[in-house]
């Protein structure tokens, strides 16, 4: 369980956007997550200590702990669900992001491909962080909008990020090097991309971008 399981129904609770069935669901959630750690640290104690009486334990840890997954798993798929996340950007935002996104465009130094990008993103108290893309007659030095803005949020403090907007002719997804980067700071990044051309949006998850991700959790400790 990271730490931001924890943070979350705090961070709802500051957001006047969230529902309250939303924070009872982050607190089930956390609540879970505790549970099954800590019967996963209390069985492994158990084997360790009593090894030759677990014969006796095994049946009622076992079912203990399939009932706990169970519950566990409930709560996170019902928290998966759109409708009901947390940190769910407001109407509001979601407007102030494109705005802000299809203006940092005009800012886009890209002289050599002529594809000007902008990009948004949203942090938990409500501020917008922006980047556009900037290239380099050296064309692999190129940085693209999202990871300046992303790069911008980290100078600026933050470490997590609730949604990022990014305009482009054609409203293209962010690259697999972008999509890579801003797996670091959490994979429910909600990823709004914008036709600056026709306003037509597409809405996804980053985890839904960067399937199996590799992320920091992957690296020993
Ligand atoms: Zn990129």
Redesign the pocket.
């Known amino acids: 369980m990271t730490q931001s399981n924890w943070r979350l129904p705090l961070v709802a609770f500051r957001n006047p956007s969230v529902r309250s069935h939303q924070v009872v669901g982050a607190a089930l959630n956390g609540l879970a997550s505790y549970l099954w750690e800590a019967t996963q640290i209390a069985r492994s104690v158990i084997l360790f200590r009593f090894g030759g009486a677990q014969w006796r334990l095994e049946p009622r840890c076992k079912l203990f702990l399939r009932s706990l997954l169970v519950f566990r798993h409930a709560v996170m798929i019902s928290n998966s669900d759109d409708d009901t996340a947390l940190d769910q950007p407001s109407e509001d935002e979601w407007r102030r992001l494109v705005h802000a996104a299809v203006t940092a465009r005009d800012s886009a130094y890209a002289p050599h491909s002529h594809f000007y990008v902008g990009a948004a993103l949203l942090m938990h108290d409500g501020r917008i962080v922006e980047g556009c893309n900037v290239e380099n007659a050296s064309y692999s030095l190129t940085q693209?909008a999202?990871?300046v803005a992303a790069t911008s949020a980290i100078v600026a403090g933050y470490r997590h990020f609730r949604a990022i907007a990014i305009a482009s002719v054609g409203g293209a997804m962010?690259?697999g090097?972008?999509r890579q980067f801003l797996a670091e700071f959490g994979l429910e990044l909600r990823v709004l991309t914008i036709d600056v051309i026709d306003g037509s949006q597409e809405k996804r998850r980053l985890a839904e971008l960067l399937p199996d991700a590799f992320c920091p959790s992957d690296l020993p400790d």
Do not use: Y
């Open positions: 693209c999202e990871r962010p690259c090097a972008c």
